[in-house]
């Protein structure tokens, strides 16, 4: 995993890099300590994934993140945040975030939700998850009957979406894994979180769903 | 320095909460050849106490929290034990307090570690 690492903060940066660099499978191409920094080296470094704070001195990182997104659609970026009441929560997940992680999280916790980040899953603490529940079932109550409910896609990251699009739109693993640039068993991880997620039992049953929320493009039905 | 010359090395003691931030700058802390990190204790008064009697660090560092809420634990710390530095660290933002009552700015990491080697 090649990580860059993004945050003002001089001795949590600097400790987290010794930390994660000190892993067999981690390395820390680089650091950057403001968004437009963060925005040039992740250019320059092509890192796969990104340790991000949320507020970065001139900007917002999950702005930032925006930005790097729409340039490296496939880029891996988690959070950083002190407090876990932090509303920018959902912003982030929003944006395309991968993960949400507080900064005063144990070392051993950090390292398994990096590595879950290559099996598909989200880095994103029990509590977080809650949080994201919690609002979930909110939107859920408010949204009543008035409209199709989309709300399920939620819980999918934007890569278990485009898998999931792709799927429905009749592509094989095969086909997905050449058009999202990743491998077939990456391909495969996605399909069983989001049969997982949305308790459905099958891929059938999936690109099923997919339909139901329109999310095929209609030109391929 | 000359041949045979031995440089005192910081005696530092860390309040290890076993949190990244904390297992991180125990790292960059142990790689300076001016420190030498004599031991960790973790959050819990009567082992930082009990440590600082045995050990007889010349430094103390721990989380910022750990003052809000422990005041008194840092002046008894302080009065009990003259020579001791109680080094707080903050981790939202690129403050460090010193206590005796001083307050720098980091701009590296070499400032945390002057901050440490700075006579009293």
């Known amino acids: ?221 | 320095m000359t041949d045979g010359e031995v440089v005192k090395k910081h005696r530092v003691l860390v309040v290890d909460e076993n949190s990244m931030f904390s297992n991180g700058v125990q790292l960059l802390l142990v790689a300076q050849k001016t420190l030498e990190i004599i031991g960790t204790v973790p959050v819990d008064l009567s082992l930082i106490s009990a440590e600082i009697e045995r050990l007889h660090p010349d430094v103390l560092v721990l989380n910022e929290k750990m003052v809000s809420s422990q005041s008194n634990l840092i002046f008894s710390l302080l009065k009990n034990h003259p020579t001791l530095r109680v080094i707080a660290l903050n981790l939202e933002g690129n403050q460090i307090n010193i206590f005796d009552n001083r307050q720098v700015m980091v701009k590296s990491f070499s400032d945390l570690v002057s901050a440490i080697t700075q006579p009293k």
């Open chain 1, 1 to 221: 995993m090649n990580i860059l690492l993004v945050d003002d903060h001089v001795l949590f940066r600097e400790g987290v890099a010794s930390l994660l660099d000190a892993q067999p499978d981690m390395t820390i191409l680089g650091q950057a300590a403001t968004a437009a920094e963060a925005l040039a080296k992740t250019r320059e470094l092509l890192p796969d994934t990104i340790l991000m704070d949320i507020g970065l001195p001139d900007g917002s990182g999950i702005e930032t993140a925006r930005q790097i997104l729409n340039e490296f659609p496939g880029m891996n970026i988690v959070f950083l945040t002190v407090h876990e009441e932090d509303e920018r929560l959902f912003e982030a997940i929003r944006f395309g975030g991968k993960g949400y992680l507080l900064k005063n999280m144990r070392t051993s916790q950090l390292l398994d939700m990096l590595r879950g980040l290559d099996q598909g899953e989200a880095a994103i603490s029990r509590k977080m998850a809650s949080r994201i529940m919690d609002e979930f079932s909110r939107m859920r109550d408010k949204l009543d009957t008035q409209k199709p409910v989309k709300s399920e896609e939620i819980l999918l990251t934007t890569r278990e979406l485009d898998v999931l699009k792709l799927a429905a739109n009749g592509d094989t693993n095969q086909d997905i894994a050449g058009k999202l640039v990743i491998s077939i068993s990456t391909v495969k991880n996605h399909m069983r979180n989001i049969l997982s997620k949305l308790h459905l039992r099958n891929r059938r049953e999936a690109v099923a769903f997919a339909r139901r929320r329109g999310l095929i493009d209609p030109k391929k039905e």
